[in-house]
C-alpha cells in the first residue's frame, strides 16, 4: 500500500503566500507524475498542477503564474509553492501520484491524500 499525507494548509490573508508539501510512503519502486488536486465547497475537484517524473509541469490557467509545483524524488515528495492567494484559491487540496509498486510484473495504482485545508480571507 502507498500512502500520502499533506501538510502545510492553514488561513492566509489574500496576497499571502502558503507552501504544501505531500510525502508518499509504503510500497514505492518509483513514482511517475505526482499533482495537486483542490475542491471548493459546492464544486468538483479540479486539476491544478502536474509534474512528471522528468520535471515537466502543467498548470491550471487559474494558477498560472502564481504557483509552483516542485519535487524531491529522493524523499517521495511533492511541493506546490502558492503566492498571491485569491479568496478564490480556499479549498481543500489533495495529493495525488502514480506510483509504481512492482517492476516486474508491473503494477501501477493511483493514490490520493486525505487533503488540507487552504483558507484565504479577503
Known amino acids: 500500500q502507498v500512502q500520502l499525507v499533506e501538510s502545510g494548509g492553514g488561513l492566509v490573508q489574500a496576497g499571502g503566500s502558503l507552501r504544501l508539501s505531500c510525502a508518499a510512503s509504503g510500497s514505492i519502486f518509483k513514482i511517475n507524475a505526482m499533482g495537486w488536486y483542490r475542491q471548493a465547497p459546492g464544486k468538483q475537484r479540479e486539476l491544478v498542477a502536474v509534474?512528471?517524473?522528468?520535471?515537466?509541469?502543467s498548470y491550471a490557467d487559474s494558477v498560472k503564474g502564481r504557483f509552483t509545483i516542485a519535487r524531491d524524488n529522493s524523499e517521495n515528495t511533492v511541493f506546490l509553492q502558492m503566492n498571491s492567494l485569491k479568496p478564490e484559491d480556499t479549498a481543500v487540496y489533495y495529493c495525488n501520484a502514480e506510483v509504481v509498486v512492482s517492476a516486474f510484473p508491473t503494477y501501477t495504482m493511483t493514490s490520493w491524500g486525505k487533503g488540507t485545508l487552504v483558507t484565504v480571507s479577503v
Open positions: 509534474i512528471t517524473s522528468s520535471d515537466s509541469t
